[in-house]
């Protein structure tokens, strides 16, 4: 038999089950970027622009070689800091925040600047394990995987709002 909270909870969020809910800015019908795009990154043959091509075609962008807005990808950075210790399962380990960071910028195709540099970054904080293995240095690596791809992923939302800002002010005319 369901408690109360059980009941109350399926109560609530049944009306907002089937309303179509979505976070700002993250319907894809609503990105603005422009029609054709140049893509500039550190190695153009590399998983970013792999996944930026990718991204960018799904939206509609046509990539070109010349006579487009510029978009320069640069500056992947890798960082981490230990935060302090912490007590687990009896013994001291550090805290550590692993953030990665990315920049880019909108140039014009006269090469004017039309969206400065801005920057991108994403980051987790975990526990170290207690002893150092394998598979503690999986798990880091499974990390840092995952945060390249959320900071790959955060580039079109950001630039598409930017962009956007940048039409709305008439600079785009």
Do not use: H, K
């Not at 979505?22 to 970013?48: A, F, I, N």
């Not at 880019?104 to 526990?127: K, M, N």
């Not at 840092?144 to 598409?160: E, G, K, M, N």
């Amino acid at each position: 038999m369901m408690n109360r909270r059980q009941l109350l909870g399926a109560m609530l969020a049944l009306p907002l089950a089937g309303c179509g809910f979505r976070l700002r800015g993250s319907d894809p019908t609503t990105v603005t970027l422009p029609p054709e795009l140049q893509l500039v990154t550190d190695d153009p043959y590399g998983s970013m622009a792999a996944t930026l091509t990718r991204d960018l075609t799904s939206r509609s962008v046509t990539l070109v070689t010349d006579n487009a807005p510029i978009l320069r990808i640069s500056g992947l950075l890798e960082s981490q800091r230990v935060l302090g210790p912490v007590v687990r399962s009896g013994v001291s380990v550090d805290q550590i925040e692993l953030v990665t960071t990315l920049d880019y910028r909108l140039d014009g195709p006269d090469r004017s600047p039309w969206i400065p540099e801005t920057t991108v970054q994403a980051s987790v904080i975990y526990v170290e394990g207690a002893t150092d293995n394998s598979n503690e240095a999986a798990r880091i690596q499974a990390l840092r995987s995952r945060l390249f791809t959320d900071v790959i992923a955060q580039v079109i939302p950001s630039l598409s709002l930017r962009y956007g800002q940048w039409l709305s002010q008439g600079q785009g005319r």
